[in-house]
């Protein structure tokens, strides 16, 4: 079976402060893709990475950066100098042979002035 | 094109009473995802439709859910004989190609269609 936690429930920081989401995923195919989407309040899924399970270079994007560790089936979201419009809801999701994703129950980042 | 569009953004409707989505994707993209979330929780995937073809169902998609893509452009997503367990968002996606293949990215995600069923 495949699947998708996130522990953190809710993660409030002050503005500036990194703040990392984690996500653990469970399969046991060898080929499958992960991805982080944020929902802020207007309800809309945004996308932010998609990474594929045969490339565990860490990635970059301005103040996002994303640990992927096939070793503990993790899919680690950080955000670097934290700001007010960060705050959302933040989903990992798992895509295995199939175009559908399984999404997590996602993490509520407040990010506070 | 501005997008994934979805109407209506809410609707109120009494238990028992059949309502109707419309999901309008971005042009060029021949595929059309369907997901359900409720409070709290992630996305459920319930179908999907390459063109007019529907590819893939969920369990979650009892008998009273129906979708089409008639044309393989917009889709509707019918429920039949609402209940309160039917209350949720309703999300709409669509993108080129399939996440398994040529797409670099993601899907993109309609704002979604707020259902309360009383």
């Known amino acids: 079976a495949q699947k998708v936690t996130q522990a953190q429930t809710e993660i409030s920081v002050v503005e500036k402060e990194d703040v990392t989401l984690d996500c653990v995923y469970e399969?046991?195919?060898?080929?499958?893709?992960l991805f982080w989407y944020k929902q802020p309040p207007s309800g809309e899924l945004v996308f932010l990475i998609r990474?594929?399970?045969?490339?565990?270079q860490n990635e970059i994007s301005g103040r996002y950066s994303w640990n992927f560790q096939k070793s503990t089936s993790s899919f680690n979201f950080t955000i670097t100098a934290s700001q007010v419009v960060d705050s959302a809801v933040y989903f990992c999701a798992l895509s295995v042979g199939t175009d559908k994703l399984i999404f997590g129950t996602g993490t509520r980042l407040q990010v506070f002035p | 094109d501005t997008g994934v569009s979805q109407d209506p953004r809410h609707k109120i409707t009494k238990r028992g009473q059949n309502v109707t989505f419309r999901c309008d994707p971005i042009s060029e993209h021949n595929r059309l995802y369907w997901y359900r979330q409720t409070l709290g929780q992630g996305p459920e995937f319930l179908t999907y439709f390459q063109n007019e073809a529907q590819l893939e169902k969920s369990r979650l998609l009892s008998d009273r859910f129906s979708a089409e893509r008639p044309k393989g452009s917009f889709s509707t997503l019918e429920i039949q004989r609402t209940e309160q367990g039917d209350s949720a968002m309703y999300l709409c996606?669509?993108?080129?190609?399939?996440?398994?293949?040529?797409?670099?990215?993601?899907?993109?995600f309609g704002s979604g269609t707020r259902l309360t069923v009383v």
């Open positions: 996606a669509s993108s080129l190609g399939g996440l398994q293949g040529d797409l670099l990215g993601g899907y993109t």
């Open positions: 990474r594929n399970s045969f490339d565990e």
């Open positions: 399969t046991r195919d060898t080929t499958y893709y």
